[in-house]
């Protein structure tokens, strides 16, 4: 079993729907969790931490439930510029990245 | 001014050779980090230094060798490369080894072939 796992999509939405990613880890340590996105041909750049609480940054919303090993990624009134892959991140005394789920926003 | 810079961008050589990449960050950061970046796009870390000193070493085969001259620089020198090496590298640089916020260089683009 992969350390975290994603659907790999593609997700293809229209400009202004709302999406949501999935992500599971089956380290139970997982210290901190992040999402971080990566433009095509591009390096990956930190989106936004998660925290069992639930954040929010503008139209983004992440949320992890450590019960069941889960983190989710809500994109909201989705962009054109949202199109990228988004990375589900742990961190076991290392960043351990899922495979990535790639969305495609179009007009 | 690029924050974590590494040379080449890309990387196009013939399997046996050795080649290096070289990663330099301007952030002031204690720790760097070496990632490889396969064609499913998997990104895995293979080595980190914390104030040169080498804190992380997956399951590399040795024929990858990280040299840290200083703290803000981190070097990646491959020996008798194969075609399995293609992928793309990554260098990153954090804070400190438990500062979770990485940030990354472009990547090089190795293609062994």
């Known amino acids: 079993r992969k350390e975290v796992e994603q659907d790999p999509g593609p997700f293809n939405v229209p400009e202004g729907a709302t999406v949501a990613f999935n992500c599971t880890y089956s380290n139970s340590a997982s210290q901190s969790f992040f999402w971080y996105r990566q433009d095509c041909r591009k390096e990956p750049k930190l989106l936004m931490s998660?925290?069992?609480s639930g954040n929010e940054d503008g139209r983004f919303t992440a949320q992890l439930n450590r019960a069941s090993q889960y983190i989710s990624l809500l994109i909201r009134d989705s962009k054109l510029s949202d199109s990228a892959t988004y990375l589900c991140?742990?961190?076991?005394?290392?960043?351990?990245f899922g495979q990535g789920t790639t969305l495609q926003v179009k007009p | 001014d690029t924050a974590v810079s590494q040379t080449p961008k890309y990387l196009v050589t013939q399997m046996g050779n050795d080649k290096s990449i070289k990663c330099e960050q301007n952030l002031g950061h204690d720790t760097m980090y070496w990632y490889k970046q396969d064609s499913k796009k998997f990104l895995k870390i293979m080595f980190s230094?914390?104030?040169?000193?080498?804190?992380i070493n997956e399951t590399v085969p040795n024929r990858f060798s990280p040299k840290s001259p200083d703290k803000a620089h981190l070097n990646l020198h491959i020996n008798s490369l194969e075609l399995g090496d293609s992928a793309v590298y990554f260098c990153a640089s954090s804070q400190g080894q438990y500062e979770n916020i990485q940030y990354f260089g472009a990547g090089t683009r190795l293609s062994v072939l």
């Open positions: 998660v925290y069992s």
């Open positions: 230094y914390n104030n040169k000193e080498l804190i």
């Open positions: 991140v742990v961190n076991i005394h290392k960043l351990i």
